[in-house]
């Protein structure tokens, strides 16, 4: 698949620029990448960051036997500076995406047409939401939106998908035709609160009750530690390392990220990782590693070594809402699913994905499923909200 030219027709709204397709970040300058990733004012997403997405190139998590080759589409003008990007991936299975369509898939397979490859615009293994156009200017917004479709059909795949994308983002891309999909997942907002303590404050008392109860037999014997930064040592992330192996293999077969990548990781982006550990008599028993935005921050894995009661509700939810509120964050993404999230004070909120289909009538069917599927979700997250612990729910 040639992926060296892409300009000229993408691009005629915009004639200086040149869309171009490079096989991998190391392909470009990380203060480049950076600059149109989380360009000064934008809040900082450390998912988009160089570090984070070429550690995943580097690692082999992404690209090789993966399933996943990064085929990042770039726009730069007449005199070669970079303008815009769309992190792409062109994808030979569903896995790791968190936006199922292996429905879509089947039923396309079984009607005789050839779904994968496809290209996907995402964070591979992170369901955050985040931006995926990335460029300021309108007219580059557009200039890659357009030069993508007609990638995707010179490239001859069946579909193109932007998962998680901004709301924003949602709707200049359904302005552009392509089908909107709604999914839900549970995030926790700071309202200003003070501590741990306020936001209790806040949930009903039958609620409140039990949070207090479930933290402190979740704490009972066991030491908490919050690493990040320069504690970080090669010992604390091996610890992770096992905990996150022991779970992942219980969730998806084999684990998605090898220890290579979280190397990686520490020497890039110490600063921005926090890792909530477990002690007991002296030994490591779990972790849980988060991300740290400059609003958000956002749970990603965990896992543990010796059964405790509430661990993982403790480690993945609770401490989470301690950090965030100490460091003034707006909200905790605690990653897909999950409605055990909603006694602990996480609320539903609508999620989003994008999906341009080249096969008309494959299209139109994603369509009139997609127009069914977005009222019940609404509808579930609704219900979902009236169960909320709070007090008054807004």
């Given at each position: 698949m040639d992926t060296s030219e892409q300009a000229n027709d993408e691009a005629q709204a915009t004639p200086s620029l040149t869309l171009a397709a490079i096989e991998g970040l190391?392909?470009?300058a990380p203060e480049d990448w950076n600059g149109i990733a989380n360009p000064p004012g934008a809040e900082y997403d450390p998912f988009l960051s160089w570090n984070f997405l070429q550690a995943l190139e580097e690692s082999g998590c992404v690209g090789g036997e993966s399933g996943w080759a990064p085929h990042h589409l770039l726009a730069r003008d007449a005199a070669g500076a970079l303008k815009g990007a769309l992190p792409l991936y062109l994808k030979f299975h569903s896995q790791g995406e968190y936006v199922f369509d292996h429905g879509w898939a089947e039923s396309f397979e079984q009607a005789g047409g050839r779904y994968y490859p496809k290209l996907l615009t995402a964070i591979p293994f992170s369901p955050v939401t985040g931006r995926r156009i990335l460029a300021t200017d309108h007219a580059?917004?557009?200039?890659?939106?357009t030069g993508m479709t007609e990638a995707a059909r010179q490239w001859g795949v069946s579909s193109w998908h932007v998962n998680f994308p901004t709301p924003a983002e949602w709707s200049e891309l359904g302005e552009a035709g392509l089908l909107q999909r709604i999914d839900r997942q549970f995030i926790w907002s700071n309202r200003g609160y003070a501590s741990y303590d306020d936001f209790l404050g806040a949930l009903s008392s039958r609620k409140r009750k039990a949070l207090r109860n479930e933290r402190a037999s979740a704490q009972a014997g066991l030491e908490i530690e919050h690493l990040t930064g320069p504690d970080l040592k090669p010992e604390h992330w091996d610890v992770f390392f096992a905990c996150y192996q022991d779970t992942g293999a219980r969730k998806w077969g084999r684990p998605y990220l090898n220890r290579e990548f979280f190397e990686l990781i520490h020497q890039r982006m110490a600063d921005q990782v926090l890792l909530v550990l477990a002690k007991k008599d002296g030994r490591h028993i779990a972790a849980a590693l988060n991300f740290i935005g400059s609003n958000a921050l956002y749970g990603r894995y965990w896992g543990?070594?010796?059964e405790h009661p509430h661990l993982h509700?403790?480690?993945c939810y609770h401490q989470a809402i301690d950090v965030a509120i100490r460091l003034g964050l707006d909200r905790v993404e605690a990653g897909a699913q999950g409605e055990h999230k909603l006694a602990r004070g996480y609320r539903?909120?609508?999620?989003?994905?994008a999906h341009w289909i080249a096969h008309e009538g494959f299209r139109h069917a994603v369509?009139?499923?997609?127009?069914r599927e977005r009222p019940a979700v609404l509808a579930d997250i609704a219900l979902l909200d009236a169960e909320s612990p709070y007090k008054i729910c807004d």
């Amino acid at each position: 698949m040639d992926t060296s030219e892409q300009a000229n027709d993408e691009a005629q709204a915009t004639p200086s620029l040149t869309l171009a397709a490079i096989e991998g970040l190391a392909g470009i300058a990380p203060e480049d990448w950076n600059g149109i990733a989380n360009p000064p004012g934008a809040e900082y997403d450390p998912f988009l960051s160089w570090n984070f997405l070429q550690a995943l190139e580097e690692s082999g998590c992404v690209g090789g036997e993966s399933g996943w080759a990064p085929h990042h589409l770039l726009a730069r003008d007449a005199a070669g500076a970079l303008k815009g990007a769309l992190p792409l991936y062109l994808k030979f299975h569903s896995q790791g995406e968190y936006v199922f369509d292996h429905g879509w898939a089947e039923s396309f397979e079984q009607a005789g047409g050839r779904y994968y490859p496809k290209l996907l615009t995402a964070i591979p293994f992170s369901p955050v939401t985040g931006r995926r156009i990335l460029a300021t200017d309108h007219a580059v917004r557009r200039a890659l939106v357009t030069g993508m479709t007609e990638a995707a059909r010179q490239w001859g795949v069946s579909s193109w998908h932007v998962n998680f994308p901004t709301p924003a983002e949602w709707s200049e891309l359904g302005e552009a035709g392509l089908l909107q999909r709604i999914d839900r997942q549970f995030i926790w907002s700071n309202r200003g609160y003070a501590s741990y303590d306020d936001f209790l404050g806040a949930l009903s008392s039958r609620k409140r009750k039990a949070l207090r109860n479930e933290r402190a037999s979740a704490q009972a014997g066991l030491e908490i530690e919050h690493l990040t930064g320069p504690d970080l040592k090669p010992e604390h992330w091996d610890v992770f390392f096992a905990c996150y192996q022991d779970t992942g293999a219980r969730k998806w077969g084999r684990p998605y990220l090898n220890r290579e990548f979280f190397e990686l990781i520490h020497q890039r982006m110490a600063d921005q990782v926090l890792l909530v550990l477990a002690k007991k008599d002296g030994r490591h028993i779990a972790a849980a590693l988060n991300f740290i935005g400059s609003n958000a921050l956002y749970g990603r894995y965990w896992g543990l070594l010796e059964e405790h009661p509430h661990l993982h509700f403790e480690l993945c939810y609770h401490q989470a809402i301690d950090v965030a509120i100490r460091l003034g964050l707006d909200r905790v993404e605690a990653g897909a699913q999950g409605e055990h999230k909603l006694a602990r004070g996480y609320r539903p909120q609508p999620v989003y994905s994008a999906h341009w289909i080249a096969h008309e009538g494959f299209r139109h069917a994603v369509a009139d499923y997609l127009e069914r599927e977005r009222p019940a979700v609404l509808a579930d997250i609704a219900l979902l909200d009236a169960e909320s612990p709070y007090k008054i729910c807004d």
